[in-house]
């Protein structure tokens, strides 16, 4: 990745400018050119992503059922979010989640990323295979990995008491709730992972591995010293994305548990949509919906700062 | 990493031990990778298994072989609900969403990568500011939005907030740049607008990209659940991922149908995939995702 996906990072290369300086004639056809190419995809953001995001704000100082007249709270939802205890359990579910997740499909992805890369015998096969769960709706994963996880009968535990483990409830126990989530996760998003990294790995020159081969260095050597480093612009742009990605979790809760048993994996999406649809309370909605986007920008501006640490550009 | 990991020469054997622990190496490595592919596919095939298996439920788990393969759940799956229509439904959402997304897309990348302007770098950091605003901070102004506009329950409520992605645009616009800019410059000469270039020089030169867009646009679209459960409330109106997820409600111990169902969800993706194979790995690594 040459570019890394943040609005702070330099948006294109400097370059001869195609700009006309002549007659102003010349410089409104050209200012109606710019318009014709960029009205396009300007209208549908700012009419249902900006508009909306703006709206939200407002409707979070509000209280609201979406039927009756919204009624001004001033910062009552955000006060009352703070100080409920309900909003710190699905932060932390969240947390939990996204903590859990992430080690497991980097360093899955990257170790199928750095096997699939090897002269290996049907591996466009494979990569196929590895990507299937990509592609597949995110309800059908979850109800296929329900079954597979079913207490009495699923396979896992038909295979674990094989060995003579009595397995756990998974989704309906509240501590393996959470777990089965992150599992059915990580193997749907493993193949997601893998290409990006699939992609960085075939950019290494491999005359650096030839040089790092001749000052005697092993194959964790040149991991560590020459993959690694090298592949630091696709590892920072798997994490921004799977961060982003990992704080909103919503369509695998809802379709595995629910938030359940017993809220354990209530998650600040689950929440949002429970607020409005299922309460009416959409100010409160709104304003957690801010504090969850503060949240993800704060954590995406940390990780644009922090690349210049351990993150290498060609 | 290409070369840690060679084809031992089939003709000699092992000779010196460096090639002993090459070929350890090589056997476990095969070993491993198609074990995981094993498990990666065998919730598939277990889905496969099931939907062919009258009868299968929760506590009746179905054998890894069927005795009785049949295709009624299907049939029953087609029969008692507007199946058909659902999968028609989702077809044409994401058609279209893949449609214009592929213009909106195309044409902003273009402007920034080819149109200098004053402003462009602070347009831009918005364009990719939208990546990062959760659908959910959306969904309430959106709905009611819509409900002013008369737009609820439509397939046009559905889709206008799908046309533009800035997702979209950013991948392009990577692919755009890597464009050499000598083919304009020489299509200039010729006397060629900016539509003409962006039509027949940039958009032959960026195919790979697009079609990872088309699978990135289309996948989306296909497997996009919480603004349509919000947005179509009637059943005739459902997405694929609505209508799966109502299933598990109504038919609770029918799992040779639910699974039909995920079958049926999973066979356009993968032939599309399958037919866009070659150019998203190409398209990935050209757009300088690397």
């Not at chain 2, 692919?175 to 410059?185: F, H």
């Amino acid at each position: 990745m040459t570019v890394p996906i943040s609005p702070l990072s330099p948006v294109s290369p400097r370059r001869r400018s195609t700009r006309p300086v002549g007659p102003r004639s010349k410089r409104l056809r050209y200012a109606l050119v710019v318009l014709a190419f960029l009205l396009p995809s300007a209208l549908p953001l700012l009419a249902f992503t900006l508009g909306p995001m703006l709206a939200a704000a407002w409707v979070s100082l509000n209280q609201w059922n979406l039927l009756a007249p919204m009624k001004f709270v001033g910062l009552g939802n955000y006060i009352k979010l703070l100080t409920d205890p309900e909003t710190g359990d699905v932060f932390l579910h969240t947390v939990y989640y996204v903590v859990g997740y992430l080690p497991i499909v980097y360093v899955g992805g990257l170790a199928l990323a750095l096997a699939l890369n090897t002269a290996l015998k049907g591996r466009a096969l494979l990569r196929g295979v590895y990507f299937l769960p990509v592609v597949t709706s995110w309800i059908v994963v979850a109800l296929v990995w329900r079954w597979l996880l079913s207490p009495s009968s699923g396979v896992v535990n038909t295979v674990l008491g094989f060995f003579g483990v009595a397995g756990p409830g998974w989704w309906t126990d509240p501590n393996w709730a959470m777990p089965s989530i992150i599992f059915a996760s990580a193997w749907k998003d493993l193949g997601f992972v893998m290409i990006i990294l699939l992609a960085g790995l075939q950019a290494i020159p491999t005359d650096l591995y030839d040089a790092a081969k001749m000052d005697g260095a092993g194959w964790w050597r040149r991991l560590f010293s020459v993959t690694l480093p090298l592949l630091s612009p696709s590892t920072f742009f798997v994490l921004v994305i799977s961060l982003i990605n990992g704080f909103q979790v919503f369509d695998q809760v809802y379709a595995m548990t629910a938030g359940g048993p017993n809220g354990a994996s209530e998650v600040v999406v689950e929440q949002i949509y429970d607020l409005t649809f299922r309460y009416g309370r959409a100010g409160e909605a709104s304003a957690l919906s801010w504090m969850l986007f503060v949240v993800i920008l704060a954590v995406t501006v940390i990780q644009v700062r922090g690349q210049r640490r351990w993150v290498t550009y060609g | 990493m290409a070369d840690t990991l060679r084809l031992p020469a089939m003709t000699k054997p092992p000779r010196s031990r460096e090639a002993k622990v090459r070929l350890a190496g090589f056997v476990v490595l095969h070993v491993v990778i198609i074990v995981g592919a094993l498990v990666m596919f065998f919730p598939f095939l277990w889905t496969i298994i099931t939907s062919i298996t009258p009868g299968a439920t929760l506590t009746n788990a179905p054998a890894l072989i069927p005795a009785n393969p049949s295709l009624e759940p299907y049939l029953r799956l087609f029969s008692e609900r507007p199946f058909v229509q659902v999968v028609a439904n989702s077809l044409l959402l994401a058609t279209i969403t893949t449609a214009v997304q592929l213009i909106t897309s195309s044409t902003a990348a273009y402007a920034f990568s080819r149109l200098p302007f004053r402003g462009q770098g602070v347009v831009f950091a918005i364009y990719l500011a939208t990546m990062m605003i959760p659908l959910q901070v959306l969904i309430v102004p959106l709905f009611v939005e819509l409900k002013t506009f008369g737009l609820l329950n439509s397939y046009l409520g559905a889709l206008l907030p799908t046309f533009a992605s800035a997702f979209g645009i950013f991948l392009l616009r990577q692919a755009i740049n890597q464009v050499p800019r000598d083919l304009d410059e020489a299509a200039m000469i010729d006397g060629a607008g900016h539509f003409r270039i962006f039509f027949q020089v940039v958009l032959p030169n960026i195919r790979p990209a697009l079609a990872t867009l088309v699978v990135f646009s289309f996948m989306s679209s296909w497997n996009s659940f919480l603004w349509p459960l919000i947005v179509l409330r009637s059943p005739e109106l459902q997405t694929l991922p609505i209508a799966l997820a109502a299933l598990q409600g109504q038919y609770i111990s029918d799992w040779d149908v639910i699974m039909a169902g995920s079958v049926v969800s999973v066979i356009p993706m993968l032939a599309l995939y399958i037919f866009a194979q070659k150019y998203v790995i190409q398209g990935v690594a050209s757009t300088g995702i690397k």
